[in-house]
């Protein structure tokens, strides 16, 4: 990993990001500041797509407004199937 960070979005939301790896592992992570939120990914697989995996948690993580719920109250179905 470097000491830069890169800058991009996802759903309008801009956010920060380091990707890294090396043999046998990779990392990204991102922090959103406008949100007041971060993830984290770490995988001991070097061809994990940690992108794609973050791309996922995160919709759901930005898809919250006002703080962080569950996967089942993001995608609306607390309380029943």
């Known amino acids: 990993m470097t000491l830069g960070w890169h800058i991009g979005a996802l759903q309008g939301s801009r956010c920060y990001y380091k990707e890294g790896g090396g043999g046998g592992f ?3 992570m991102r922090v959103y500041p406008d949100a007041s939120a971060a993830s984290v990914v770490m995988a001991n697989a070097t061809a994990f797509d940690v992108g794609g995996c973050l791309d996922a948690a995160d919709a759901l993580l930005l898809a ?3 703080g962080v719920a569950t996967g089942r109250e993001a995608i609306g179905t607390e ?3």
């Open 64 to 66: 919250v407004e006002g």
């Open 26 to 28: 990779h990392s990204m």
């Open 79 to 81: 309380g029943g199937r």
